[in-house]
């Protein structure tokens, strides 16, 4: 990779991790995005030319990847092609862009659009998934930001470029000491052994095939509900992903259980928190993996039994550097792939046809409280922002959390003919939370419903 402050080059060998992403391409639209709304205007001029320099400061947005068979590369593109930025005059051109897919294999890897509207500005920047992972997709909005705040207080500012940094997840988790990576392995090995059984899952009644375009599906709960999560969670040592997460087994289990089958969900782990050294806290590359705690047929009669059940299993994975062992595996087995892969064959192929990227019919992703500091543009801090997931081919399902000034979100996108089965399921689990008394919990889901989008 570059040093800090040369010219990025020209051509750049494509790791194998970008190639399973780019495999994948044809069963997702492999974006993240983040929308913001602010309830003032934003500057057209200074947020286009922020977006200009962030391709400087964050080169390998201004990559196309070339995914010809005998050398896989990325390739950097010429300053004609690097625009990002483009403005939505009407609602329903904005809505449009939400969940369309980018080309990677044209570039660059970043949209931002800016849609107008006399009361308050919204703001959508997406990140194709095949560079960065939703914690990427955070860093580089608040240098949007920052950015952007920059050039209203000295529109002749300009940073120093930046050279790319080492991204390749097979190199950067070799900083982890051999014996941690195998006492990972062997610890996640036993915690496993037990909830492979039973073999069938329990599953949400989803269509079997995605129809029709991406959409997304949002459910905003206002504040102060975040806290009253935090809360009820702190008050029987939990965390608010615990609390989400018993949630959605116990909505889960709703959705028609008989008790045999496994009731088991996925979630996502930031590798840079858990596992890696201080220096990779703000790396742009894909560092998140799963996790399993699976709850079987553990589920309990109540919710704080559910609770306990969970905060359990996550605890202990907690303790065992959680989502080291599955990335571990994934690397291994997309190396395996691409070495087993004739030379000759097109790059998408792919034998992931037909599977989500976890390999199970439910993940939950949480992206964490966002900064409101992170997100300032200028003098104008959003109202609201969340985080909206990249869509996996139904039956499968990925939910998005993300928190923002003291309420939460819950996100999801999926094929035009899943819109209504998981907007019912994101209601269900919004039912479960412990949010004031029944008849306010009944009140939050009605109100989440209106925000359906």
Known sequence: ?????????????????????HRWRDRTNGVIGLECEFAGRLDELALRKACELLLDVEPVLAYRLDGEPSRPRWVRLPARERTVFTVADREDAYEALRCTRLDETRGPQLAVCLRPRGAGDRLLVKLAHLVGDGVSLQLLVARLAALYSSLLLDPTCRPRPRGLKPRDPREILASVPRLVRLGALVRFALFMAPRLRPRGTHRLPLPQQPAGPWRPVVRHVRSPSLSFVATYGKERGATVNDVFLAAAYRALAAEGWDGASGLRIVITV????????????????????????????????????????????????????????????????????????????????????????????????????????????????????????PAVPLPSLQLCLSGYDGGFTLTAVTAENGLEPVGQFLDALLGELPIGATADRRRVGREAAATLS
């Open 1 to 21: 990779m570059s040093p800090p402050g040369a010219q990025a080059a020209d051509l750049v060998p494509a790791n194998s991790v970008d190639l399973a992403f």
């Open 270 to 389: 930031d590798l840079r928190r858990w596992c890696l050294p201080p220096e990779h806290a703000t790396t742009i590359a894909n560092l998140s993996a799963w996790d399993c705690p699976y709850l079987v047929r553990d589920l309990g009669r109540s919710f704080d039994e559910t609770l306990a059940r969970v905060s359990a299993l996550t605890q202990r994975r907690k303790n065992s550097r959680p989502g080291l062992a599955l990335a571990l595996v994934a690397l291994r087995l997309v190396a395996r792939l691409e070495n087993a892969r004739p030379r000759s064959a097109p790059r998408g192929s792919s034998s992931f046809r037909g599977r989500s990227a976890s390999g199970a019919a439910l993940t939950l992703s949480n992206e964490g409280l966002l900064d409101d500091s992170q997100l300032r543009f200028g003098e104008e801090t959003p109202i609201r922002a969340h985080v909206l997931p």
